[in-house]
């Protein structure tokens, strides 16, 4: 004979439906009898009958856009691979802040007199992610409302600032490429060429890296799409919020101009 | 971070596509540090926290479980561990007051309180929200994440036992809650 104490512990499970059938016998047979036990085992199923089909909105309105530096000082958690970050960050307040601020200052700001990348310990990913992050910022810095067509224009502006030469891709209609133009950002311990552009009304970023190799890849990091591809000593980063198919459309493009 | 695992090993594209996932999570995570933490500055620093832990501790992560799991688990392992530097385990004692007085609640025969249908987006979030968080969370792990007991268990650190009855005491009191809602509501169209 089942007591409600027994029926207690077993209510969850039984009303989820991950009871051992042996057990929903017994709980079965105690319902038949027992009303409290009954009452209750109603109003639970009730309740998660409830949630369970109000998870998804539920799930959504939780759904908080983390800050941009946030995101950006995650990404750099896994390319400092944590040694430094774990013991100087994690434990203390004043350790965090002057952490948060180091990530922050090497990802998004411009330090300036930093020449050469080390790059070699970054994975595709976590570049592809501090990069959608730029990409993000540096489209609302800069709206898009100068179209430079002018590509050797932007190819000279950029290289200076870079110190080194750049090959811009310029716009394409037939695939609905705009060049807005390009400049310097930060990234590492170096500088990238930044090309912005538009498709349609999207923007998108093609990120251009010296010294570092990658085999192609197309990823997705922060609801973007990234495409990642080496020749001739230069990585590119194709970085947009496109489906795949337009933004492949980029990647084929950029690829034939720049090579 | 009890999972003991191969970590994503098999090389650099593992460990990119381990990185890639958990940080496709981010957003998820904010959301629920916002709601552990209750304001903005702790909730970056918690999530921060999480992801130095999950990249650090990568190779214990076993490849093909949840990594949703794995992240929340530490997400709330290190939520725990901050509020008990500021007072000591105050969760065991604020829950087993709560736990009490649940138990001790009249229960509720009202026919009426077991239609459930037609509740409302709103409701039941001011519902779960009116919560005691011990109950809330278990809830909300259980049937809105629809973890498992055990992963529930391993998040807040308490026997399954105790993750059942949390699960078991917080439906009921979400359905109370609801069902006043609904004649506070009636009342007031009338
Ligand atoms: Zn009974
Ligand atoms: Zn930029």
Redesign the pocket.
Known sequence: MV??ED?DRLMTPFVDGEIADADRAAVEA?LER?T??RMRSTMEAAARQVLRSGAASLREAATVQAPLDLKARCAAAARTGSREAARSGIRQRRGMMSWRLAAAAAVVLAVGGVVGLVLSRTSTTVMAAQLTVDHLKCSKLFPPNSPSDDVRVVEQRVGEQCGWPVRVAGSHPAIGLKLLGARRCLFGDGHVAHVMYLQGNEPVSLFVIPGRQSDPRALSVFGHRARVWSRDGRTYVLVGRQDEARLGQVAQYAQSMTH | MQPQGRGPSGGVLARQAFEEEALALLDRLYGTALRLAGNRADAEDLVQDTYLKAFRFAERFEPGTNLKAWLFTILHNTHLNARRQVRRNPIEVDSAAVEQSAAAAPGRDDPEALVMRDVLDVDLKAALDALPEAFREAVWLRDVEEFSYAEIASMLEVPIGTVMSRISRGRRLLHDGLVERRAAGRTVNL
């Open positions: 007591r409600c029926v105690h027992c409290p036990c």
